[in-house]
């Protein structure tokens, strides 16, 4: 892949462009983990613990380094204890694979991670040092010379990553926000340790599988979930659908609001406005509801329409923690075949726990 540009958030207006020699730019899309039922055996598998955080590329290139999201979104003011580590290791040049997670109560919190996501560097400055994030590192794409290590297999590509670890280990102040996660190529193995962190329990855990001979290849998730439609909300400043409020089902079958879509084509929005009006009545979700006003929200855009819940969407989601999607899911088609009280939580849990990632 051909070096590029990345894009600087130090001036906090607008993004700076500065040229950067390594091979792989903001734009590369790390590789994603795909769902199965089960962990396959065999030796040419490793298995590790799938980390509920947010992934990112981490890019040094001399005294510049870049924290890109996995979408190609910089994080690197988000999270300023992470912005320094890379510069306390030894290479000068390198781009890492890894996962920004907080501990808070000897679990992970996403929440503690959405909350990073602020306007204020006060804030952000503040939360980084009341619950700082640290950085695990699972994959080595450029080595300390700028060569790219894509086309390797994982095999090669981890022995890479942990001569590097052990070059860290050897320093005398050695980044206290970088983890080097342990893997295991046991498939019945009774735990898995993560170096630094407490055990963790495979009944407790997402299990990541990968082939240790395969390259690093980009790739997206494809988790779907069929959810049932509870209410609508209307554009900021327009009177056609702007996002779907979805819900799910709990085991004594009322409907709780677990997020929204608002990816709806501008052409789709007035056929869809007009059918959501035509089922517009209380209560809409029977269970949890959606929430009124935040700190980014306006009065308007807090109002929600409840709606009859007879209608069924299949949705694209990345995190479902908590009894909700982390993360606005995106929307893929309707599902008038499926029968709305057949889309529960059960479901969404199942398929979180079983995405194994065949690599």
Known sequence: MPGGALFSQATGIRPVVISMTLPQNKKYRPMEAMPASKLPPGPEWQYEPKWDGFRRLAFRDGKRVDLESKAGNPLTRYFPELATAPKTLPAKQFVLDGEIVIQQGGDLSFDQLLMRIHPAASRVLKLS?????????????VDEKGKSLVNLPLQARREQL????????????????????????????????????????????????????????????????????????????SPLV???????????????????????????RPAITKRLEKLIRHPGFTGKAPGGLSRWSTKRSAE?????????????????????????????????????????????QRQNRSALALL
């Open 242 to 268: 702007g996002s779907l409020l979805l819900g799910l089902h709990n085991d004594e079958g009322r409907l709780f609001h677990v997020g929204f879509t608002s990816s709806i084509r501008d052409e789709d």
């Open 129 to 141: 040092q009341e619950s700082p994030a640290v950085f695990i590192v699972f994959d080595f794409l």
């Open 304 to 348: 929600w329409q409840p709606v009859k819940p007879s209608l069924v969407v299949e949705v694209q989601f990345d995190h479902f923690t908590g009894g909700r999607f982390r993360h606005g899911t995106k929307f893929l088609r309707w599902r008038p075949e499926k029968a709305p009280q057949d889309c529960t939580v059960k479901h969404v």
């Open 162 to 237: 942990d001569d590097l670890r052990r070059n860290i280990a050897r320093r005398a102040n050695p980044s206290a926000f970088l983890r080097w996660p342990k893997t295991s190529r046991k498939r019945k193995s009774g735990f898995i340790w993560a170096s630094g962190w407490t055990e963790l329990s495979p009944s407790a855990v997402t299990f990541l599988t990968k082939r240790r001979a395969h390259r690093h290849a980009e790739g997206q998730k494809t988790r779907t979930a069929d959810c049932v439609v509870g209410g609508f909300r209307y554009l900021e400043k």
